[in-house]
């Protein structure tokens, strides 16, 4: 080998070059993570593999052992209950970012469908998956491995199954895969109702009207990611999904039980375990924004695992995607002791610079004053 590739100093595009037709040779086979691992593949090709900076900052990462809180949204009807719910939220919107919610009035067997659904769409058979496999924004259902494929420095181990409501966002039952039509159909029905509860919760902590986050229509436009990650030969080596913070409102997470996601609390990587029937939230990037700082969207990020696979099913809450709408911190939470930390901007500014960036930059340096 080239004394200069061994040595890293090879010129940059060389090694972009060598990188992009790898990328593309896996692009092309449109079978995923999933399909290298039925191939029989027992080590990482090289575009999984993490950077040598990357490993190494890993080792020097702190960990903790926090436990993330946990709302009880049992007795929501009732106005004492209501209230300590709502201050339990704000506490958390405002330390956490990540909390979980139990009694959230979602039947299991919703949620164990949905996990189901999601399950048997990536393990159908290879050619009829094929079909699906596609980078196209627009499209309402659509299957692709690393959503950030060609931008990223590192590919993910994940292959997803997207479900856009964000340009149309009425929901017709026929446009979604029968192999998980009707289970996904009741999740996304139920998991709408709950969001639209915790906008109007999440504005009451804010401060803000009453209605404010709901009247937004917060909940409206909504992008359901159904990620399968395949048991990892080695995964030390790579991550499930590379650090981010999410280009949402709010984001309502289904997991099964095998665990792997982490966020950051107080700088070190903290676990969020999966709670049987309960569901993960985290305060998202727009929320960060229209709260002003309040609220913290926190960075997280999937570790790799030996065992699998791994079922998720993310639901981002992205608000009404017409391109004209702006977006800005909240009016009643700006005064001279808190100017706006954000500038006004356009949905379709926001989302030209989330489908440009690689997940891992930050989407919210690009809209501070
Ligand atoms: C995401 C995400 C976490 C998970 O899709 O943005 O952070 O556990 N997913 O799959
Ligand atoms: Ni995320």
């Given at each position: 080998?080239?004394?200069?590739?061994?040595?890293?100093?090879?010129?940059?595009?060389?090694v972009?070059?060598?990188r992009?037709?790898?990328?593309?040779?896996?692009?092309?086979?449109?079978?995923?993570?999933?399909?290298?691992?039925?191939?029989?593949?027992?080590?990482?090709?090289?575009?999984?593999?993490?950077?040598?900076?990357?490993?190494?900052?890993?080792?020097?990462?702190?960990?903790?052992?926090?436990?993330?809180?946990?709302?009880?949204?049992?007795g929501?009807?009732?106005?004492?209950?209501?209230?300590?719910?709502v201050?339990?939220?704000?506490?958390?919107s405002?330390?956490?970012?990540?909390?979980?919610?139990?009694?959230?009035?979602?039947?299991?067997?919703?949620?164990?469908?949905?996990?189901?659904?999601?399950?048997k769409?990536?393990?159908?058979?290879?050619?009829?998956?094929?079909?699906?496999?596609?980078r196209?924004?627009?499209?309402?259902?659509?299957?692709?491995?690393?959503?950030?494929?060609?931008?990223?420095?590192?590919?993910?181990?994940?292959?997803?199954?997207?479900?856009?409501?964000?340009?149309?966002?009425?929901?017709?039952?026929?446009?979604l895969?029968?192999?998980?039509?009707?289970?996904?159909?009741?999740?996304?029905?139920?998991?709408?109702?709950?969001?639209?509860?915790?906008?109007?919760?999440?504005?009451?902590?804010?401060?803000?009207?009453?209605?404010?986050?709901?009247?937004?229509?917060?909940?409206?436009?909504?992008?359901?990611?159904?990620?399968?990650?395949?048991?990892?030969?080695?995964?030390?080596?790579?991550?499930?999904v590379?650090?981010?913070?999410?280009?949402?409102?709010?984001?309502?997470?289904l997991?099964?039980?095998?665990?792997?996601?982490?966020?950051?609390?107080?700088?070190?990587?903290t676990d969020?375990?999966?709670?049987?029937?309960?569901?993960?939230?985290?305060?998202?990037?727009?929320?960060?924004?229209?709260?002003?700082?309040?609220?913290?969207?926190?960075?997280?990020?999937?570790?790799?695992?030996?065992?699998?696979?791994?079922?998720?099913?993310?639901?981002?809450?992205?608000?009404?995607?017409?391109?004209?709408?702006i977006?800005?911190?909240?009016k009643?939470?700006?005064?001279?002791?808190?100017?706006?930390?954000?500038?006004?901007?356009t949905v379709?500014?926001?989302?030209?610079?989330?489908f440009?960036?690689?997940?891992?930059?930050?989407?919210?340096?690009?809209?501070?004053i």
């Amino acid at each position: 080998m080239d004394e200069s590739v061994v040595k890293g100093t090879a010129t940059q595009s060389g090694v972009d070059d060598a990188r992009i037709k790898d990328l593309k040779a896996f692009d092309d086979t449109k079978a995923g993570v999933k399909g290298l691992i039925d191939a029989g593949v027992a080590s990482l090709p090289r575009i999984f593999i993490r950077p040598p900076d990357e490993l190494v900052e890993e080792l020097n990462l702190g960990y903790s052992q926090a436990e993330v809180p946990v709302i009880d949204l049992s007795g929501i009807e009732t106005d004492d209950q209501r209230k300590n719910i709502v201050d339990e939220l704000r506490q958390v919107s405002e330390e956490w970012g990540f909390f979980r919610v139990v009694n959230h009035g979602i039947p299991s067997s919703v949620l164990d469908g949905m996990i189901d659904g999601t399950c048997k769409f990536h393990e159908q058979d290879a050619e009829l998956k094929k079909e699906y496999y596609s980078r196209d924004q627009f499209q309402k259902v659509r299957y692709e491995s690393n959503i950030d494929l060609y931008r990223s420095r590192v590919a993910n181990w994940r292959d997803t199954m997207t479900i856009n409501l964000l340009y149309s966002n009425e929901v017709v039952p026929d446009e979604l895969p029968e192999i998980c039509r009707s289970s996904a159909m009741d999740y996304i029905n139920h998991v709408t109702k709950l969001a639209e509860t915790l906008f109007e919760l999440l504005s009451e902590a804010l401060g803000i009207k009453v209605d404010n986050l709901r009247a937004m229509e917060c909940a409206r436009g909504r992008t359901f990611v159904c990620h399968y990650y395949p048991a990892c030969p080695e995964p030390d080596l790579t991550l499930g999904v590379s650090r981010h913070t999410d280009p949402a409102f709010l984001t309502i997470l289904l997991q099964d039980h095998i665990g792997g996601l982490q966020f950051l609390h107080d700088n070190n990587w903290t676990d969020v375990p999966p709670i049987p029937g309960g569901l993960v939230v985290n305060i998202a990037d727009l929320l960060q924004i229209v709260s002003n700082d309040k609220f913290k969207s926190r960075e997280h990020r999937v570790i790799a695992n030996r065992i699998g696979p791994r079922i998720s099913v993310a639901c981002f809450f992205i608000g009404v995607a017409v391109p004209e709408k702006i977006y800005y911190p909240a009016k009643e939470l700006i005064s001279d002791e808190t100017p706006p930390v954000y500038r006004e901007f356009t949905v379709g500014e926001y989302m030209s610079n989330f489908f440009s960036r690689p997940i891992d930059k930050s989407g919210l340096d690009h809209f501070k004053i």
